[in-house]
């Protein structure tokens, strides 16, 4: 009896803590680690008739500067010619570790890129955002 009293003033003790989504990430399906945010322009106007409907998406985002080479390595190869398109997602992870909502972006390659010692941003023009269908399906559990 006593080790349950124990145990139950320990529960009430402890900060109560309340599960927080969070929004994760993936270029290429490698998860980025250290996003700070994440903002995505439309360019221009949608084009009309043959092609696709839509307009170009500029996507700016910033993450902590933790010496992550990978950002800038993509950027010189499109600058010396070497076409590298990538597809990214953004995935909002529910408080249960769920998989709540993703957006996927096709085409993508970085336009700019800079760096402090503090944060590094990158812009990144995509060609096409698609966002899967939110029917009735159960999330995944992430690992």
């Not at 190869?77 to 993703?102: C, H, M, W, Y």
Request: proline share 6%; glycine share 4%; aromatic share 4%.
């Amino acid at each position: 009896m006593t080790a349950a009293i124990a145990l139950l003033a320990l529960t009430l003790a402890a900060p109560l803590q309340i599960a927080r989504s969070r929004q994760v990430l993936e270029i290429d399906s490698v998860e980025q680690a250290d996003l700070l945010s994440f903002k995505e322009l439309r360019l221009g106007k949608p084009q009309l008739g043959v092609g696709s409907p839509s307009a170009p998406i500029q996507l700016v985002i910033t993450r902590k500067n933790a010496s992550h080479a990978d950002w800038k390595s993509w950027r010189k190869s499109v600058v010396a010619k070497k076409s590298e398109q990538k597809s990214l997602s953004l995935v909002t992870i529910n408080g249960d570790q769920t998989e709540g909502a993703r957006v996927n972006y096709f085409h993508c390659l970085p336009t700019d890129y800079s760096a402090t010692p503090k944060v590094e941003t990158v812009s990144i023009s995509c060609e096409t955002k698609k966002v899967p269908n939110e029917g009735p399906r159960k999330p995944s559990k992430l690992k």
